[in-house]
Nanobody, 125 residues
Framework: QVQLVESGGGLVQAGGSLRLSCEAS????????MGWFRQTPGKEREFVAA????????IYADPVKGRFTISRDNAKNTVYLQMNSLKPEDTAVYYC??????????????????WGQGTQVTVSL
């Protein structure tokens, strides 16, 4: 069993930055790929970014490329999402997820095995 706890969400003005964190329980965090997804009311949960078990590979959704950066610290069992140049359309609940395959190339929700409870990000004009 893996437990994931997100933090770092909040209210920010457009153009600002936030860093989300997701701390994982368990001794095998370094074997998992990790992903970030987001969801707004009435919409499907959408992929944001993913990183491989080693941190050597990362992929991003087109809307966030060049603005968001995913990273991980396996010593701290934590994955991060640095979000810069935020836009109102980035407003969503952000979820982290663990992918036991470790690949870091998955972007579909069903490819992830464990999920956090989410953290709200609100970007105002």
């Amino acid at each position: 069993q893996v437990q994931l706890v997100e933090s770092g969400g909040g209210l920010v003005q457009a153009g600002g930055s936030l860093r989300l964190s997701c701390e994982a329980s368990g001794r095998t965090f370094s074997r998992y790929a990790m992903g970030w997804f987001r969801q707004t009311p009435g919409k499907e949960r959408e992929f944001v970014a993913a990183i491989s078990w080693s941190g050597g590979n990362a992929i991003y959704a087109d809307p966030v490329k060049g603005r968001f950066t995913i990273s991980r610290d396996n010593a701290k069992n934590t994955v991060y999402l640095q979000m810069n140049s935020l836009k109102p359309e980035d407003t969503a609940v952000y979820y982290c997820a663990a992918d036991l395959s470790g690949s870091g190339r998955h972007y579909m929700t069903h490819e992830y095995d464990y999920w956090g409870q989410g953290t709200q990000v609100t970007v105002s004009l």
